[in-house]
């Protein structure tokens, strides 16, 4: 376990947990949080032990976005400042090789919408609020929303949410495709854990190949990702975990990757 002042990360079987953890403050951000978040992902993104990296909050909330008592408070050090490459948080959280997974126990608002938008799944406690929030304090916003929830929602429907800046369910985030999974609140730790296991059990090439494949996608075009793919392809489906899992499927067992 990593303890930083605002976050803690552990790691531990291939899996990652990044824990905001601010709950005297219902975690909201600070920039010393950016800061160490960009520190704590590019560490990750940087271990090739792991394949699947959780994020989420401590207590009974994931981030609301900015803590605006920090914010205004007369006595904050001028010198507690980011540097632009801090914020490109939602860039690590999106293109690391590890998959992505912000589970969303709580409040999300704000930045910290934009930090879970920029993850490549989400799921959440049924007790979770979302809000874009950005204008309601008078700002456009930060951490890559106008670029992630398109992707995720819809053109029109990241419009609505960004400027209507109302507060949806976990529910209502679900129907729309924002998150893939709702828990019931008693049940969402073990769910969630159960989820990564889940995640974990699959080859670690493939994951992480199908990672990098999504992220390609995006900037290719459909002739040139096809080349990428093919030459990742040939080359996975000839290795060992490929080997193993048609002689698991086989024998009806679960694959052993080790």
Known sequence: MTRYQTL??????ALATLTINRPEHRNGMTNGMVR???????????????????LTGAGDT???????????????????????????VPALLHSMPQLTVA?????????????ACGCDIRVATRRAMLNTAFLNVAVAGDMGLPWS??????????????FFTEKFSAEEAQRIGLVARVYEDAE??????????????FSPTALKALKAHYVAAETLS???YLDLETAAHLSIASGPHA????????????????
């Open 243 to 258: 080997a193993e899992a048609f002689r698991a499927f086989i024998e009806k067992r679960k694959p052993d990757f080790n």
């Open 103 to 115: 589970g969303i126990n709580g409040a999300c608002a704000g930045a910290g919408f934009g930090w």
């Open 36 to 54: 160490e978040a960009h520190e704590a992902l590019s560490r990750v993104a940087d271990d090739d032990t792991v394949r699947v990296l959780l």
């Open 62 to 88: 994931f981030c609301p976005g900015a803590d605006l008592n920090w914010i205004s408070a007369a006595d904050r050090d001028p010198e507690d400042r980011c540097e632009p490459y801090h914020f490109q």
């Open 188 to 201: 969402y730790a073990g769910e969630v854990a159960a989820l990564c296991e889940r995640l974990l059990a």
């Open 149 to 162: 929830l398109p992707r995720l929602v819809g053109a029109a429907k990241a419009r609505e949410l960004s």
């Open 8 to 13: 803690d990360l552990r790691i531990e079987d």
């Open 222 to 224: 459909l002739e040139a």
